[in-house]
């Protein structure tokens, strides 16, 4: 296993238990308590985790997993949603994209859909998500817009007052929102307020609103609310959504789509 991919998983083993000792990580890793030891350090170094004695803790109990740590859990149903959403756009249209790993694998199937290959512009992309500009800026057929604002580490997204800026001053056909969590009561919902601003605003500017998410986001609750679930017109989730959270999805109005 290379750096760093152990330190993703070292990353992912300390935001869902909150805690690691050593001799556990090295277990579950299949390395060296050496090994161990020099990750846990380094990514001290880094402010990724608090060291302590003979282990390590998280920063605090709504630690959120920077984008770049992240690794590629539920690729498949991600790629899937992704597929689904992309196919709900059509050329020429402008749509909004929110940072985050399932919207990133939207702008990947865009990217790569045939009847997008040509146009003026075949599609209009506003983001705040910095990697997923820079992924489709090659795209000479799309026309990409980036809103200001101060980059957020954690998911590579502009936030802030610059970004409500251009934000108001567009139109968009759609808004496709990554959302860490998507429940019927409380609506989708990011971990940090001044990101779900920005997801906000960008709803807010859009004629209709998509939730890509798999089905490990819904029926969950987060800090920051994005927005009401009636805001939203398409749930775009994996075939092993619950039933039951699908169908109270569908009698609060949102068009739920199983990839």
């Known amino acids: 296993m290379s750096r760093d ?33 020099r990750d846990f350090d380094r990514l001290a170094e880094q402010q990724m985790l608090v060291r302590t004695r003979g282990g390590a803790v998280v920063h605090g109990v709504s630690y959120e997993l920077p984008l770049r740590y992240k690794t590629a859990r539920r690729v498949s149903e991600k790629q899937r949603v992704a597929q689904a959403v992309a ?13 985050g790993t399932t919207t990133t694998e939207v702008a990947r199937a865009l990217a790569v859909r045939a009847d997008l290959a040509s146009g003026t512009p075949a599609l209009t992309v506003v983001t705040n998500a910095l990697n997923i500009a820079n992924e489709l800026a090659v795209r000479p057929q799309f026309k990409i817009v980036v809103t200001g604002g101060v980059a957020r580490a954690q998911s590579y997204e502009l936030i ?11 139109t968009l056909d759609v808004a496709v929102l990554g959302v ?38 819904l029926g969950r609750r987060a800090f920051a609310r994005i927005c009401a679930t ?30």
């Open 87 to 99: 196919a709900l756009v059509a050329p020429g249209e402008a749509v909004g994209l929110t940072g």
């Open 180 to 217: 860490v969590a998507f429940d019927v009561t409380h609506g989708a919902a990011a971990h940090d307020e001044a990101e779900a601003a920005i997801n906000r605003l960008l709803c807010e500017r859009a004629e209709r609103v998509v939730v890509a998410a798999d089905s490990s986001k």
């Open 230 to 259: 009636e805001s939203v017109d398409t749930l775009v989730t994996d075939g092993a959504a619950d039933p039951d959270l699908v169908r109270q999805f569908e009698e609060a109005g949102v068009r739920v789509v199983l990839a």
């Open 5 to 37: 991919a152990r330190w993703k998983a070292l990353l992912e083993l300390l935001v869902e238990r909150g805690r690691l000792d050593v001799e556990e990580a090295a277990t579950e890793l299949e390395v060296s308590a050496a090994t161990i030891r």
């Open 160 to 170: 802030g007052p610059l970004a409500d800026g251009v934000l108001g001053q567009v």
